[in-house]
């Protein structure tokens, strides 16, 4: 076996900067490698003049760039508009004590730069919302390692938005990972051809809140005595104006009585740490699997920009699990494009199991929620009418009065607590015209089977298209 101290490299690698190990997998073919791919210095070149992006500068992000440029990419840009905090020290391995406060893009950037020689890596600390068009277009491939949906849905649109059919060049890849403690995925999306973020949407649907009733009376975990400090605790007994979760003395307080209701019902395991990442909803970041799903995002466009063996999404897969709770395990599946995609399909998405009598501010609270949907500030259109705008400010005051209206054609609510037809009839629970006085509900008039146009704040320039349907 050879020793590293017995390790010389070539004339490329002591040039380069990269072991003579890389150019072996980037030049000659193996057992995957389709056969009708030609490698060599030509490959390696077309490599080596590939734009990659990297957005997010993050867990993920700082494995992600010193992966990429280790690989052999030599023009890379990354965003993040992020400041380096104290508490990322311990998994951010890129960033020093002396570097809290700074651009975190900036930073990494000179980082790897420094340690890998060949490289450009051009930092932007900046919104993704913040580049024109034909910035996105200079990259050949993207690279997502955010932690918020709502980034990876605007990304994921826009990438899809930037399709010309008619110009294969157009078409870039987006290679997305994700980690959440022990659990990651990475997955390949071809804008059109594969299932986008958009279809897979459910599959990030919000947490369930734990009912009230579970925290004041019956409590089973570490979280649900936290959440009882958190939301009843603190609004009965109100030790500080307001709750700031940043604020030690008010993280203790929470913790001091959440320890103390586990111990009146029998829970251990509440630890301060736990009480910050509950009332601050933090989801723990473990460094192993960040380095994971990152190799595995690396891989992809290794693959991608190399043809050296399949990736995925060009196959029966393209997406990949990855679970370390218990033990190592993996998984890749083909997540199926959906027809009636908001963003990707060609049918327009039903809405179903939508209640009539559900005033257009109920409907809006239930769009924020829904696995499908999950458009949390939204302003939404029917057929040839405004129902509810955002913004500008004269048009949302102009639409405010629209959210106490239902969807439908409204109820005539009788004296006697019974609800009348959307005719406007007075009738009681039997039926009959009994002469009650009627206070009339008014309704937007909409139909089951109306289509709706919604935007979001959070996603600029993109229109969902709905059709209700009643039930």
């Known amino acids: 076996m050879t020793s590293h101290s017995q390790y010389r490299p070539t004339s490329q690698a002591r040039t380069t900067g990269f072991p003579k190990y890389l150019d072996n997998v980037r030049t000659k073919k ?33 494995e992600l760039l010193k992966n990429l440029a280790l690989s052999g990419f030599k023009d890379i840009h990354v965003i993040d508009m992020d400041t380096i905090d104290i ?7 890129l960033f020093r004590k002396s570097d809290v406060g700074k651009s975190k893009a900036e930073v990494a950037a000179r980082f790897v730069e420094k340690r890998v020689r060949g490289v450009k890596i051009t930092p932007h600390n900046s919104r993704i919302q913040d580049f024109p068009d034909d910035f996105y277009r200079s990259f050949q491939i993207v690279v997502s390692g955010l932690d918020s949906i709502e980034a990876r849905r605007w990304i994921n ?8 059919e008619d110009n294969p060049q157009s078409l ?13 995925q990475s997955r390949v999306i071809l804008p059109t051809i594969t299932s986008c973020i958009e279809c897979q949407l459910d599959m990030h649907a919000p947490r369930a809140a734990v009912p009230l009733c579970t925290l004041a009376s019956i409590p089973r975990q570490p979280e649900h005595c936290i959440e009882w400090a958190h939301i009843i605790a603190w609004e009965r007994e109100k030790p500080y104006p307001n709750l700031d979760k940043d604020d030690p003395n008010h993280i203790t307080w929470l913790y001091q009585r959440a320890l103390e209701r586990g111990q009146e019902f ?11 990442g509950v009332v601050k909803n933090i989801i723990p970041a473990i460094a192993s699997t960040n380095a994971i799903i990152a190799a595995s995002c690396c891989n992809e466009a290794l693959k991608i920009a190399t043809n050296t063996a399949s990736f995925l999404g060009a196959g029966e897969a393209n997406y990949m699990m990855y679970s370390g709770n218990d033990s190592i395990y993996t998984y890749t599946f083909l997540h199926e494009q959906k027809p009636d995609c908001p963003v990707c399909g060609q049918q327009t998405k039903e809405l179903t199991d939508v209640d009539a009598n559900w005033t257009l501010r109920e409907f809006l609270e239930w769009l924020g929620v829904h696995p499908a949907a999950q458009l949390k500030n939204a302003s939404v259109r029917a057929e040839g009418k405004t129902l509810y705008m955002r913004a500008p400010k004269m048009l949302e005051e102009q639409t405010r009065g629209n959210l106490d209206l239902m969807l439908g054609h409204g109820l005539a609510v009788l004296s006697n607590g019974s609800a009348g037809g959307g005719d406007g009839k007075k009738v009681d629970a039997d039926g009959d015209h009994d002469g009650a006085a009627a206070v009339r509900i008014a309704g937007l008039g909409l139909e089951s089977g109306t289509e709706i146009a919604v935007t979001d704040e959070a996603f600029p320039g993109q229109q969902f298209q709905f059709i209700l349907r009643f039930k």
Do not use: H, W
């Open 30 to 62: 193996g057992p995957f490698t389709d056969p009708a791919v030609e490698l060599g210095p030509p490959a390696i070149e077309q490599m080596e003049k590939m734009k990659i992006l990297v957005i997010g500068a993050g867990g993920l992000g700082c």
């Open 87 to 93: 508490s990322n020290l311990n998994r951010q391995f």
């Open 157 to 164: 649109a826009k990438l899809i938005d930037l399709l010309d």
């Open 172 to 184: 870039i890849p987006l290679i997305d990972g994700g980690t959440e403690g022990f659990k990651g």
């Open 266 to 276: 029998g829970i251990g395991g509440i630890t301060y740490q736990l009480t910050q």
